[in-house]
T-cell receptor, first 113, second 115 residues
């Protein structure tokens, strides 16, 4: 199925460093969502973005909805060991075709204490 | 408020069998979607239900089916299981579809292993 292009696929960083990951699509979306998934668990919603150009923060996390509506990025500042996990972007298009989220392939984040 | 619950959490089946997975959405949420997650294909949309009606379906064979009850709880069924059906099956709920502020909340998933 269709997936968003999410990069990087994995990152191994030192505790305290900042992290940046992004998603791009050939299609436009009305909503961008960012999730974090821990092993054996379901994705947990971190940030939701609804307007092109919107910049939203949730603690150390900041995400932006690209002005073209075809991309989004997520930044994590001052990473800590519990940030370890897989981060997914997801796009939603509000139309008459029902609802489905299209997901990126994920960014696996590893943090070295 | 309780989150999305899924049962069972783990399941082992053999090829050719069928399986039924259950999902209870967040209280007040009326839309339920199902996803399959595998290492090779990532998160793939299966189907979406709202008001007991399937509103959208992903690109999966007819062996995959689902339904939603009047209390918004949902079940999905996979018949004639194949080895490739081994995956984490995730249920997600949202308030209602086609809203301008669309958010989906996921359950912990059911890990299905087909041997």
């Amino acid at each position: 199925g269709q997936q968003l292009n999410q990069s990087p696929q994995s990152m191994f960083i030192q505790e305290g460093e900042d992290v940046s990951m992004n998603c791009t699509s050939s299609s436009i979306f009305n909503t961008w969502l960012w999730y974090k998934q821990d092993p054996g668990e379901g994705p947990v919603l971190l940030i939701a973005l609804y307007k092109a150009g919107e910049l939203t923060s949730n603690g150390r996390l900041t995400a932006q909805f690209g002005i073209t509506r075809k991309d989004s990025f997520l930044n994590i500042s001052a990473s800590i060991p519990s940030d370890v996990g897989i981060y997914f972007c997801a796009g939603h298009l509000n139309n008459n075709a029902g609802n489905m989220l299209t997901f990126g392939g994920g960014t696996r984040l590893m943090v070295k204490p | 408020k309780a989150g999305v619950t899924q049962t069972p959490r783990y399941l082992i089946k053999t090829r050719g069998q069928q399986v039924t997975l259950s999902c209870s959405p967040i209280s007040g949420h009326r839309s339920v979607s199902w996803y399959q997650q595998t290492p090779g294909q990532g998160l793939q949309f299966l189907f979406e239900y709202f008001s007991e009606t399937q509103r959208n379906k992903g690109n999966f064979p007819g062996r995959f089916s689902g339904r939603q009850f009047s209390n918004s709880r949902s079940e999905m069924n996979v018949s004639t299981l194949e080895l490739g059906d081994s995956a984490l099956y995730l249920c997600a709920s949202s308030l209602k579809p086609r809203t301008s502020a669309y958010e989906q909340y996921f359950g912990p998933g059911t890990r299905l292993t087909v041997t």
